[in-house]
């Protein structure tokens, strides 16, 4: 099975910090996303990226920044985290664009 | 733009009962629909997986209905149990290969 792992399940930074979040998956996948989920508003669509060094915006990128210099991993930043950036992250890949998606178990942020 | 609606929001069902769980989107133009679980605090889980050309798909007591035409997907669970308490999510892949989700059912499975 397709592997998703997200390095950190909980987080707490501070107002200002830098805030890095990793994501790896272990098949080969072309396509990799980040969403963030809040409540009431579903699942958004942050950044995406269709192969090595190659980076997309979706939705809400403001405050946002991805890095993926490996195939296999797939970086967000938070250049200043801000109190409205506190929110469950969720990564996920999938081969191609006619497959489906597998996401990590996510990284839940709080920014103090 | 595509929107994608899930209809109802929550259900609560007693234990045994088949249940139908509803997803329309907006733009039949898709690669696919996929069905995802999410228990609380988790990660998102794939159920099935439903490509363009198909109607259907089944996996154990789940059966998973296209209808692009249209505009919407049921998800039917047969004979369900407490185990079954999670949100479900409907989610469409467009043209550029990213997913748009719905809000979610909560679904709750009384014992």
């Known amino acids: 099975d397709v592997k998703v792992t997200q390095s950190s399940r909980y987080l707490v930074k501070r107002t200002g910090e830098k805030v890095f979040l990793e994501c790896v998956q272990d098949m080969d996948h072309e396509n990799m996303f980040w969403y963030r989920q809040d409540p009431g508003l579903g699942l958004r669509l942050i950044y995406f990226s269709y192969d090595v060094k190659m980076k997309e915006k979706g939705d809400i990128p403001e405050g946002y920044s991805v890095s993926r210099e490996k195939k296999e991993r797939f970086s967000l930043i938070l250049e200043s985290a801000s109190t409205n950036q506190t929110s469950m992250y969720l990564c996920?890949?999938?081969?191609?664009?006619?497959?489906?998606?597998?996401f990590g178990s996510g990284t839940r942020l709080t920014v103090v | 733009k595509q929107e994608v609606t899930q209809i109802p929001a929550a259900l609560s069902v007693p234990e045994g009962e088949n249940l139908v769980l509803n997803c329309s989107f907006t733009?039949?133009?898709?690669?696919?629909l996929q069905w995802f679980r999410q228990d609380p605090g988790k990660g998102l889980t794939s159920l099935l997986l439903?490509?363009?050309?198909?109607r259907e798909q089944t996996s154990g007591r789940l059966n998973a209905s296209l209808d692009k035409s249209s505009g919407r997907s049921t998800l039917y669970i047969a004979a369900s149990q407490p185990g079954d308490s999670a949100t479900y999510l409907c989610?469409?892949?467009?043209?550029?290969?990213?997913?748009?989700f719905g809000k979610g059912t909560k679904l709750s499975v009384k014992p």
């Open positions: 733009d039949s133009a898709i690669y696919n």
């Open positions: 439903i490509q363009s050309s198909q």
């Open positions: 996920a890949s999938s081969l191609i664009d006619n497959y489906g998606y597998t």
């Open positions: 989610a469409v892949a467009g043209s550029q290969g990213n997913l748009i």
